[in-house]
């Protein structure tokens, strides 16, 4: 006896012609700080509170789940950043320790204060163009 499972995705013809998102686009969107959908509306009600909804298209930000990722990514693209620049200005130059720290701390904390937020954003945007978690209007799950 064969079961079906409900949990099964089949396509049919409305799962097709459903909205089509684009990563780049909602990426960038995100970035700035706008929604993935239209762009137009603001992504975020406080520093890295993310909004209720978008204010001109009405999207439901409320299933996003960036958690730790735009952490994360913000130590890796900081990193990237300055573990170089300081490997090249010690090797050529060798300023004394002090002097490094007094630049590189102060850089590290402002280029990830301005980083964390637009890389959050990017996140949800993704989250919102792959339909992940509760992004996906087709998932009979709730
Ligand atoms: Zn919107």
Known sequence: METVNAATKV???DAAI???RDLWTAMKRGFRGRCPRC????LFRAFLKVD???SVCGLDYTPHRADDLPAYLVIVIVGHMLVPAIL?????Y???VALQLS???PFTLIASLLLLQPVKGAVVGTQWALRMHGFDEQNPEP
């Not at 762009?39 to 603001?42: F, L």
């Not at 090249?88 to 050529?92: D, F, L, N």
Request: aromatic fraction near 12%; include cysteine; hydrophobic fraction near 35%.
């Open 52 to 54: 209720g909804n978008c």
């Open 88 to 92: 090249w200005i010690e090797t050529v």
């Open 94 to 96: 060798a300023p004394p």
């Open 39 to 42: 762009g137009e509306g603001k």
């Open 103 to 105: 630049i590189y701390l």
């Open 18 to 20: 459903a909205e089509k």
């Open 11 to 13: 396509w049919t013809r």
